[in-house]
Nanobody, 124 residues
Framework: HVQLVESGGGSVQAGGSLTLSCVAS???????MGWSRQAPGKEREGVAG???????KYSDSVQGRFSISRDNTKGALYLQMDSLRPEDTAMYYC????????????????????WGQGTQVTVS
């Protein structure tokens, strides 16, 4: 059972930046990994995903502002968030799955087996 722990959330003014980190308890080099978010009163949505071969998918809402990356030597996943907007306010979750998906599926919530507890991002 893979445990995922997120960090890096916080409060920031609109236009600012934050970097989220996620560390896995076990080997995840071959896993698909991603970031999702859930705002109050809204459904959870995938914002970025990355395959083991480095293929990446972003949601339209964050394309060009957010950047996902991974460091397999550390079992870590990152989300660099720039030009933040109030509508980016949400709980952000890290997710991982051992299967290899088509890149177009990386934002689909139901495909991920393991989830972190989340880190709050507030943009004002």
């Amino acid at each position: 059972h893979v445990q995922l722990v997120e960090s890096g959330g916080g409060s920031v003014q609109a236009g600012g930046s934050l970097t989220l980190s996620c560390v896995a308890s076990e080997y995840t080099r071959d896993y698909c990994m991603g970031w999702s978010r859930q705002a109050p009163g809204k459904e959870r949505e995938g914002v970025a995903g990355i395959r083991s071969d480095g293929r990446i998918k972003y949601s339209d809402s964050v394309q060009g502002r957010f950047s996902i990356s991974r460091d397999n030597t550390k079992g870590a996943l990152y989300l660099q968030m720039d030009s933040l907007r109030p509508e980016d306010t949400a709980m952000y979750y890290c997710a991982a799955d051992p299967r290899f998906y088509d890149a177009d599926l990386l934002l689909h919530q139901s495909l991920y087996k393991y989830w972190g507890q989340g880190t709050q991002v507030t943009v004002s």
